[in-house]
């Protein structure tokens, strides 16, 4: 068998397992139905979901939310982790001040975003940024400090100053050294995101995951796990393994992930 | 085609489909160095120094007091033990760094940062891994603000210059070390710098590649007419190429003496009298080089070694 048969072969087979094991814990009815659903029951809810449009309403939601927020994080996280990587007094205050606060849950701003903003939409993004924001922060520092010095010159050399020196060549050079960080600062972006929308009602995921609790309906509970956990997947495993393949392919190295 | 009148073509210029080769790589109109008064150098280093504070806080003296002259179109090369800041000479031509004391002056005007009428070739080459070949060429030129159709006719003037056209798509983990250099060498070309800052580029090249780079470069040279300021440690390399030879010593760095190089181009590392006059610069040389050593071993032991001329 050829290795790539081989693979596919043992994914089948751990999946199939699992979703036998499912079935048998579901049929043996140790659990009440409303606790531990079965596969179809899952199935059911998901289907449900999309015909009445509700996930597709509130894929689109959450979607946009963390797209917005991570945005504004990786700008935002580009700029600030350039400037104390450049710049020793950023770095010797800010660069501490940084570091600590990554050890903060990202959900410890969602009062401080109430009180700030309200219960609204914007109370969401800032949650979402204060979590991700600093991965990206410190992902841009080490990036810059662990890119070769020697781009900088020819850049300088060749006639790059300013933005077109921070467009053309830092960011080019460093992306390899930040794309794990970039991959990192979207995980807590997205988890930062369900988390404060199972806090607020507001159309997204998170409040389709609780509004399942809320009626007892176990099989959409899981179904909305399950849509979460693909969601954050298929980001993860199409745009961001994407990227690092293109990086490989250009720079023909294996990047610093 | 005139390119390859006066030399052996040892690379048969790569002929591109759709590409004439009578008009050539000559249709583009490529600007000719800027002319100067005659009684001003290219290049005038005065009275230059640089210190710095090393980790231990005592005040190093990298460079001492160096005075240097380059006429236009000149190739001169700067020969030094390693340590003896020659490669930070050319730093601060580039305008990559600033010297402590003393002026450079470029066409009578003092250097003030970078500019594309200095261009540095490195020694790692410092090619974007990022871009392609012809991007990497083009990179210059687009930082000026040249338009998308002049800049691809360039490119392509330049790629031929080196050969590589052919190679104008690839990335540079494709492409082999002489390969990089060369890249390296018309992504310079490019920007049409009056000077070119050479730091050491063919060192880290197997001596094959880089005979073929010197007879390249010294072609290059004299149909571009631009002046070149080449810092190497290998003597035979400088009496190869140069049309002077600037001496520097060991820590800090000073111009100990000058050897002008007379002997008809185009030449070869092997001509009797290129290794002669390496000789020559050697035997200068060989006392800094010791010093050099001994500043290596601390513990007392001085390591007198006489070298020979490298084979």
Redesign the interface.
Known sequence: MKPGIKRVARFAIFYAALFGLWTLLAELKIWPPYLFPTPWGVGESLYAGFQDHTYWIAIRVSMERVLIGYGISVVLGMILGLGVASNKFLEETMGGLLVSLQSLPSICWWPLALLWFGLNQNAILFVVVMGSLLSVTLAMEDGRKQMPK??G?????????GF?LFW??ML??S?PFIVSGLKQGWAFAWRSLITAEMLYLSLGLGQVLMMGRDLNDMSAVIAVMILIIALGYIVDGVVFKGMERH?Q?????TTAT | MSTNAHFPARFPIPVEPGFPARSGPRSVSIAPPTPVDSQISKVALSEICLSYRTQSGERLLALDHINLQVKTGEFLCVVGPSGCGKSTLLLLIAGLHQQTSGQILVDGKPVQGPGTDRIMIFQEHGLFPWLTVSQNVEFGMKMKGISKAEREEKTRYYLRLVHLAKFKDSYIHQLSGGMRQRVAIARALATEPDVLLMDEPFAALDAQTRDLLHDELERIWSETGRTIIFVTHNVREAARLGDRVVLLTFRPGRVKSEFPIDLPRPRHLEDPVVARTAREILDELRDEINRSLEAEYQDGVKPHIVPEVEP
């Open positions: 020697i781009f010159m020819a850049g300088r050399n060749l006639g790059a100053k077109k053309y060549v080019p050079a992306l990086l392919n250009k720079w023909g190295l």
